[in-house]
């Protein structure tokens, strides 16, 4: 089973990596805080990895920190949850600012992410405490080993959600909505996010 990837960045397509190590491609599916964190093809990347296999497919979903990773796995480990609704989750909420919410039993800030009504956040909720030792999260390094700055965390995270919130207005899907954050550059500016948002999903 792959538990990380160390290699080049061969071709990135929205969320879909395909990171070469020792002349094989690995196709991966990546998270939002990899895609805001990996540089243009050509570049060198780390990743952790989770394996995902099924039946009928094997899946490799790509995290830039091992708490995204961790918190991925949690949330594929709860009911009704598969990866599709973790990724989303994990599009509105960094990885500390969803630690943070679990411990504050936050129902609101799970119910900002499309499709998480408040039974399912606040049955997250129960599920998320039972699993994650949240405690952990507020000294886990970033992508380039420094600790969290947790109003940055923040600022990026509301962020991210606003886009959410203004692209459902708009009429954009959840799929389409959860591709336009994947392709976001980093920042806090909801505007300014919006804004790019809205030209990827134009095609600009």
Not at 2 to 27: D, K, M, Q, W
């Amino acid at each position: 089973m792959i538990g990380s990837l160390r290699g080049t960045l061969l071709a990135r397509r929205g969320a879909e990596f395909t990171i070469e190590v020792a002349g094989v491609g690995y196709r991966c599916a990546a998270s939002p805080g990899l895609t805001g964190a990996a540089g243009e093809e050509g570049a060198e990347l780390f990743c952790w990895i989770h394996h995902h296999i099924r039946e009928d497919a094997q899946t490799l979903y790509a995290f830039a920190t091992e708490d995204e990773r961790q918190l991925f796995e949690a949330l594929i480990g709860a009911h009704g949850v598969g990866p599709a609704l973790a990724m989303s989750i994990l599009g509105v909420h960094s990885p500390l600012a969803l630690a943070r919410a679990v411990a504050a039993d936050d129902v609101a800030a799970l119910c900002l992410v499309p499709g998480v009504g408040k039974k399912t956040a606040a049955r997250l909720l129960v599920e998320l405490k039972s699993r994650l030792d949240v405690g952990s999260f507020d000294s886990s390094p970033t992508v380039d080993g420094s600790g969290p700055d947790v109003s940055d965390a923040d600022s990026v995270s509301s962020a991210r959600a606003d886009v959410r919130s203004a692209l459902a207005e708009l009429g954009y899907s959840a799929d389409e909505a959860n591709q336009a954050i994947a392709a976001l550059p980093e920042g806090d500016n909801s505007g300014d996010l919006l804004r790019a948002a809205l030209g990827f999903l134009a095609g600009g």
